[in-house]
């Protein structure tokens, strides 16, 4: 998303100067793209597991496995996208305009837009049904008795919370995601026509929006989390209140007497 911010919005393409700062450039941004969806796959799961009614399959949710995820699917990311630092490069389109982009042979650049179309598209299949199997799960666990959830210990509030928000911004990612895949498959049709300079500003334009719009879903977390998950809400206010140096307690013991105060004076 800094990126995008630096590239499009001001204008700054330093990567367009420097060979090594290209390759790095598209690289990282590879990995985060790939990545960041494999954890909120991998997010899915773990509360796919914790929702489940089986005491042996709740049992496979757990920090050091899902540690151990996350560092399985990063290094895999990491050397799938490889590639990217060898094929990537600063190339001349015009007497005076040169860009950081891929290799511009048709086989690459279509191994490149099958690619991110593929991922984007897996990655929501991948997540709609785990969101269906998630709540089909909450929904059983729903019909238990709530003394009996408690003999059970199948899920907490805080678990409740993370699953709707996980959900919703498996919906945000999904509907992002659909939106550059259109955008991808008509990058491929139309990379070989000849366009008119209109056409050439129109087409680059689109494509601005539509990096914008890509980015969106990464950096919706925090307001996902702020507007539906309580616990959150009320951890992220201890955590300002710390870095303000402020005790939550003492605040709340001023405020009581203020109000005790004025019901005094009334």
């Given amino acids: 998303m800094l990126s995008a911010i630096f590239t499009h919005g001001y204008n700054i393409t330093i990567q367009n100067n420097n060979v090594v700062l290209c390759k790095i450039y598209i690289y990282v941004s590879f990995i985060f793209a790939t990545g960041s969806p494999s954890i909120l796959i991998l997010a899915s799961i773990d509360r796919l597991l914790i929702s489940s009614q089986n005491v042996d399959t709740r049992l496979y949710s757990s920090k050091r496995l899902a540690y151990f995820m996350i560092s399985i699917s990063t290094c895999f990311w990491i050397l799938f996208n490889i590639h990217l630092l060898i094929k990537v490069n600063i190339y001349q389109f015009s007497p005076s305009f040169y860009l950081c982009s891929y290799e511009p042979t048709n086989l690459y650049l279509d191994f490149v837009y099958f690619f991110l179309s593929s991922i984007h598209t897996l990655y929501v299949i991948v997540l709609l049904i785990l969101s269906i199997f998630s709540f089909k799960n909450v929904h059983h666990i729903q019909l238990i008795p709530r003394q009996q959830q408690k003999e059970l210990r199948t899920m907490t509030k805080r678990d409740f919370q993370l699953l709707r928000c996980l959900f919703a911004e ?44 890509y980015n969106i879903p990464y950096c919706a977390n925090f307001f996902v989390f702020i507007s539906l998950s309580k616990a959150f809400r009320h951890d992220f206010k201890r955590l300002v209140y710390k870095i303000c140096g402020k005790n939550i307690m003492a605040m709340r013991e001023e405020n009581n007497q203020i109000n005790l105060a004025v019901m005094n004076q009334t």
């Fill in 170 to 213: 498996g919906i945000v990612f999904m509907i992002f995601a659909l939106l550059i895949n259109g955008y991808y498959f008509y990058a491929a049709i139309t990379r070989e026509q000849i366009r008119t300079p209109l056409q050439t500003a129109v087409e680059t334009f689109i494509g601005n929006v539509f990096s914008f719009l």
